[in-house]
């Protein structure tokens, strides 16, 4: 997301904007937070945490473009960032959760992630300007931090243990990683417009989201990301069986 600039002052100095900045350096904050958490085996905070920083991170781009202070130095700050606290703190977290049991094997795996991540961010970057805004190539590097800290917070707040866990933590890992770097397609929703009247229903049913994440938000957020990340594979498996019906009605 394009969020800071630099700006010139009469006396010649350059300056960034403050407010988006600061939005981001929360999210970094949270990431790193969620690492130390992580270390000192506070697992659910830890998770907490990256959810905290996916809050932030979609908040900076928002205030950016209200303020119009969109810039290069701001979208550079915010992949870093984002490659802190979506790529390194997850894998990190989920490697000492329960990948930390499986040796080498665990810490080849968490690095695959964090790797698949960086490689989404450059891709992303590279493609911003071209891209169709109504799909993302790949999983979202939040979707899928999301997906792996969603499955720590629900597991451990049932009172599992990570070793307890190791082979879902480790198809999981390898999920997320693999869907940021495949050429899935996920829809972006950078199409809806909510200035415009909708259904009735529509905000009875945003009503029942929010309530049901109140009840219990580890559950239903890891839930939501999890359908979030299968709808890739999904959209494939749609368009094929398109593909079949079509050649099969032309026979």
């Given at each position: 997301m394009n969020n800071g600039h630099q700006i010139r002052s009469p006396r010649g100095r350059r300056g960034i904007y403050l407010l988006p900045n600061l939005f981001t350096t929360g999210a970094l904050f949270a990431g790193f937070y969620g690492?130390?958490?992580?270390?000192?085996?506070?697992?659910?905070a830890a998770a907490v945490a990256i959810f905290v920083a996916m809050v932030l991170d979609g908040l900076d781009g928002r205030v950016a473009r209200m303020t119009q202070t969109q810039t290069a130095f701001g979208a550079?700050?915010?992949?870093?960032?984002?490659?802190?606290s979506f790529g390194?703190?997850?894998?990190?977290?989920?490697?000492?959760?329960a990948l930390s049991g499986l040796?080498?094997?665990?810490?080849?795996?968490?690095?695959?992630?964090?790797?698949a991540t960086a490689l989404r961010l450059a891709r992303f970057n590279v493609k911003a300007g071209s891209s169709d805004k109504r799909f993302f190539q790949g999983?979202?590097?939040?979707?899928?931090?999301?997906v792996l800290m969603g499955m720590v917070w629900v597991w451990n707040e049932l009172g599992f243990a990570g070793e307890d866990l190791v082979l879902l933590a480790l198809l999981m890992t390898v999920f997320a990683g693999a869907?940021?770097?495949s050429n899935l397609t996920y829809f972006s929703f950078k199409d809806m417009d909510f200035r415009h009247r909708v259904p009735f229903f529509v905000v009875l049913g945003m009503l029942f989201a929010v309530m049901l994440t109140a009840l219990d938000p580890a559950k239903v957020l890891w839930t939501g990301f999890l359908l979030y990340a299968l709808s890739g594979p999904g959209l494939v498996l749609l368009r094929w069986r398109r593909k079949r019906q079509l050649r099969a009605g032309g026979n």
């Open positions: 690492i130390i958490a992580a270390f000192e085996g506070q697992f659910t550079e700050y915010d992949s870093l960032a984002d490659m802190a390194l703190a997850p894998a990190i977290i989920v490697y000492l959760w040796g080498q094997l665990g810490w080849v795996v968490a690095f695959f992630y964090a790797a999983l979202p590097s939040p979707s899928a931090a999301a869907a940021m770097v």
